[in-house]
């Protein structure tokens, strides 16, 4: 068993690192070139659009997000707004240093070596317990407001953003399909390994009134 200070250090260290190798993973999937994930095709679609720096727009995204939780009255964790302020900037360090891919070869092994490491950066940041991302939180927070069914919400949401980053000029390909088919199995595989055990809350002795 971790002491308290130990257990702090281990879980501000996998939020962080699992954030950073987040926007790595994130910048292989879209150097791949066979399509991105449904909020990164959005992305992809609104730098086309506007000329800015796909990492300023992840950004700019994940806080436009985070806005939208005050209607439902979502709370953020820490990690919440780390992730708005981490991810885009190790996505566009990713993003600079990874060259594009030339042939069929090096596009496989980029699209699987990114959605291998998303799953493990995914498993490291939710697993430390200090919140979701903006737009899981999005998600579950429709879905604990009103009662709508996670799956619905979730179709729904990354339909609208796929459609509209589509539109704006954003990467939809096979990889699109395979990140929505591959990627809830292999984060079910990491999150409950790399979850951090937090100490159970101590019971409070009630009051015997006499």
Known sequence: MF???LLLVRRITQLVGGLFLYGIAIALIVRAGIGVAPWDVLTQGIVAQTGLSFGLVTNIVGATVLLLWIPIRQKPGMGTVLNVLLVGPSAQLGLW???EASD???RVALFAGGLAL???ATGLYIGAGYGPGPRDGLMTGIHRRWGVRIWIVRTAIE???LAIGWALGGNVGIGTLLF???IGPMVGVTLPLLRVQLPASPTPRKVVRT
Do not use: C, H
């Open 3 to 5: 002491s308290p200070r």
């Open 97 to 99: 240093f990874i060259p």
């Open 104 to 106: 069929v070869g090096t």
């Open 118 to 120: 998303l799953a493990l």
């Open 159 to 161: 339909g609208t953003v």
């Open 180 to 182: 929505a088919l591959l």
